[in-house]
C-alpha cells in the first residue's frame, strides 16, 4: 500500500517536472497553428480554434533577400554537419593519442581541454573578431566553422578519451598479433566498440552549434550567410516581432533536432556516464 | 614527437587559436588607450585597470551582480537537477521516456529561449499573466520590474540547464552500486537516511563537477540576457558579459572592454584552477 502510493507519489511529481519543463516548447508548436487574431488573445486556448498552416505556408514562399528562412536552415546545416564531421574527426584522433600514449604533459593537456570549453565567452568575442578578421573569414560561413570547430572539440576530445580508456588495451593488442596494424585494429577493435561515444560527442556537436547565436550574429553580417538563429532574429525587431512566422520558424528549428536527438538520448546519458564523469 | 602528440596537436591549435591567442591580444590592447574615431592606440599601461576599478560607475556592479547572479544560479540548478534525478533514478518505460523528454529545454536555441519567455511572462498576451488573471491576481511586468527581472532571467537560466544538470546528476547516481542500497535496506535505514549516507558520499565529486560546468556557464551567461533584457530595465541585469559586451560592441571602448575581459577571464581560470586542485585525483598511475 506504502510502496504505491510512493509510486503515484513519484508519477506525479515527474509528470508535474515535464509539465514545467516542456511546456514552453509545447506552447510555442502548439500556438504556430493558430491565427494571428488567436496569437495575440489575452485569454489564449489550449487548443487551436481554428487550426491553419497559414504561417508554415509563409516562411516558406515569402522569401526576400532579407528574411529567407528555407536559406538560413541550408546555411546552419552545412555549418552544423561540416563542424560535426571536422570535430568529431579530429575529436577521435585526439582523444585516441591521449587515451592510448604516453607522453609528457598528457594530463595537463587532458584536464585543458574541459577549462578551453567552458572559458570561452563574451571576453573572447572580440579577440576572436580580429583573428578572423586576420584570417580574412569575417561573414563567412567557413569562419563559423572554424570558430565552432574550435569551440567543440575540446569537450568532445575528452569525452572520448575517457571511452578509449574503457576499452581493454589487449583487444586491440590480440588484433596485432594476428597480423593487424595499429590502424587496422583501431578500425576494426577501438572503432566499433566507441561508436556509442563517438555518436554522443557528434550529436552534442551538432545540437551546440545548430542554435548558436552569439558568435553568428557577430561574424556573419550578409542576409545571404545568415543561419537559423540570426533568420529566427529577422522576426523579431524592437518595435515589432511577427509571431506568427517566428513560432512557425522556431517549430521547423526544433524538430530536426528533436528527430536526430531523441532517439540518441539513451546513450547520450550512458555516454556521459561512462565518458565526461570518469575521473 | 610522439605520435600521440601528434595526433592531438591538430585539437591544441585549435585551442590555442580560440583562447591563447586571443588572451594576448586582449591582454595588450587592455594596455592600450582607445582612441576614438582617428589617431593610434597608444600605450597606457595599467590606466584601464585602474579606470575600472576606481572611476568606472558600472564595472564594480556588474561584477558583483555577476557573483550574485552565479550564486541564484547554483543554488536553482544543483538542487532541482539532484531532486529530478533522484525521482527519474529507477529504471522502468516511464522514466526512461521522461529522461529523453526532460532534455528539450537544453536542446532549444537560446534564441527561441528568449523569445518564448518573454511572450509567455508577457502581462498582457503572455500565458502566465492569463493564468495568474484567472486566479485573480494581476500579473506584474517581469521585465519591467527592477527587482523581478533578476530573479525571473535566474530562473529562465536555470530552466536552461536543468536538463544537463539532470543528466550529469543521473549519470552519478547510476555509479552508485546498488548492492549498497540493498544492505543499507537490510540494516533497516530509510530513503531518507540511504541519501545522506550513501548516494551523496558517493557522487560528491560529480556534484562539484556539475558545480563547476554551472559555475562557468552562468559567469558566462551572455545571449539569455542580452536578447531578453539587454542589462535593463536599469542595470538590474548588467552582469559583467553583458557589460562587456556593451563597451565593447556598443561604445566601441576596446581597451576597457579588454581590460574587463582579462579580469573575467582571470576569474575563471581562478576557479577552474581551485577546482582541479582540489578535486584531482591523488597521483595514480593513468590520470
Not at chain 1, 566507441?194 to 550578409?222: C, D, K, P
Amino acid at each position: 500500500m506504502r510502496k504505491r502510493l510512493m509510486k503515484v507519489l513519484n508519477i506525479s511529481l515527474i509528470t508535474l517536472v515535464l509539465i514545467v519543463l516542456l511546456f514552453p516548447f509545447f506552447w510555442i508548436v502548439d500556438s504556430s497553428f493558430k491565427s494571428f487574431a488567436e496569437i495575440m488573445r489575452s485569454s489564449p486556448s489550449i487548443i487551436p480554434k481554428e487550426p491553419t498552416l497559414d504561417h508554415y505556408k509563409f516562411i516558406f514562399t515569402f522569401r526576400m533577400a532579407s528574411k529567407d528562412f528555407p536559406l538560413n536552415i541550408y546555411n546552419s546545416l552545412r555549418v552544423s554537419l561540416s563542424t560535426m564531421a571536422i570535430s568529431t574527426v579530429l575529436a577521435i584522433m585526439g582523444g585516441y593519442g591521449l587515451a592510448r600514449y604516453e607522453f609528457k604533459g598528457r594530463d595537463f593537456l587532458s584536464k585543458s581541454m574541459l577549462i578551453v570549453y567552458v572559458l570561452p565567452g563574451v571576453p573572447l568575442l572580440l579577440p576572436v573578431y580580429n583573428l578572423l578578421a586576420h584570417l580574412k573569414l569575417v561573414d563567412s560561413l567557413t569562419g563559423l566553422v572554424l570558430i565552432y570547430t574550435a569551440l567543440n572539440t575540446p569537450f568532445s576530445v575528452w569525452l572520448l578519451r575517457a571511452f578509449f580508456d574503457a576499452i581493454p588495451k589487449e583487444l586491440e593488442e590480440a588484433a596485432s598479433i594476428d597480423g593487424a596494424s595499429r590502424i587496422q585494429s583501431f578500425f576494426k577493435v577501438v572503432l566499433p566498440l566507441s561508436l556509442m561515444g563517438i555518436i554522443t560527442a557528434a550529436m552534442f556537436v551538432f545540437i551546440t552549434t545548430w542554435g548558436e547565436y552569439t558568435f553568428a550574429q557577430m561574424i556573419i553580417t550578409s542576409d545571404w550567410k545568415k543561419t537559423v538563429s540570426l533568420g529566427l532574429a529577422t522576426y523579431m525587431t524592437d518595435q515589432y516581432i511577427e509571431w506568427g512566422p517566428l513560432l512557425a520558424a522556431t517549430t521547423i528549428v526544433v524538430i530536426p533536432v528533436l528527430v536526430l536527438f531523441l532517439p540518441f538520448s539513451g546513450f547520450f546519458v550512458k555516454g556521459l556516464a561512462s565518458g565526461a564523469l570518469k575521473e | 614527437m610522439n605520435r600521440g602528440m601528434l595526433l592531438i596537436l591538430p585539437v591544441v591549435i585549435l585551442a590555442l587559436l580560440i583562447t591563447a591567442v586571443p588572451l594576448v591580444n586582449m591582454t595588450y590592447k587592455s594596455l592600450q588607450k582607445t582612441m576614438f574615431g582617428f589617431g593610434k592606440e597608444r600605450f597606457i599601461g595599467l590606466e584601464n585597470y585602474v579606470n575600472l576599478f576606481t572611476k568606472d560607475e558600472d564595472f564594480l556592479p556588474s561584477l558583483w551582480r555577476s557573483f550574485l547572479w552565479v550564486f541564484e544560479n547554483l543554488l536553482v540548478q544543483l538542487t532541482i537537477p539532484m531532486l529530478i534525478a533522484l525521482l527519474l533514478q529507477e529504471n522502468n518505460l516511464f522514466n526512461r521516456l521522461s529522461r529523453t523528454l526532460v532534455l528539450i529545454p537544453w536542446i532549444l536555441p537560446l534564441v527561441v529561449i528568449s523569445v518564448v519567455w518573454r511572450w509567455l511572462l508577457e502581462p498582457n498576451i503572455g500565458y502566465v499573466g492569463y493564468l495568474l488573471r484567472s486566479v485573480g491576481l494581476n500579473s506584474p511586468s517581469f521585465f519591467g520590474n527592477k527587482a523581478l527581472a533578476f530573479h525571473t532571467l535566474v530562473l529562465i537560466n536555470s530552466w536552461h540547464f536543468i536538463p544537463f544538470g539532470t543528466i550529469l546528476m543521473l549519470a552519478a547516481l547510476s555509479t552508485v552500486p546498488q548492492s549498497l542500497y540493498d544492505a543499507a535496506k537490510v540494516d533497516g535505514a530509510g530513503a531518507f537516511q540511504r541519501f545522506i549516507y550513501i548516494t551523496f558520499p558517493m557522487i560528491g565529486r560529480t556534484i562539484w563537477f556539475v558545480a563547476l560546468l554551472a559555475f562557468m556557464w552562468s559567469f558566462n551567461t551572455f545571449d539569455l540576457i542580452w536578447l531578453i533584457t539587454e542589462g535593463g530595465p536599469a542595470d538590474s541585469t548588467l552582469t559583467l558579459p553583458v557589460y562587456i559586451y556593451k563597451l565593447a560592441f556598443k561604445m566601441y571602448n576596446y581597451g576597457k572592454a579588454s581590460a574587463a575581459s582579462v579580469v573575467s577571464t582571470l576569474i575563471l581560470i581562478a576557479v577552474a584552477y581551485a577546482y582541479f586542485k582540489v578535486f584531482s585525483p591523488k597521483k595514480e598511475g593513468t590520470r
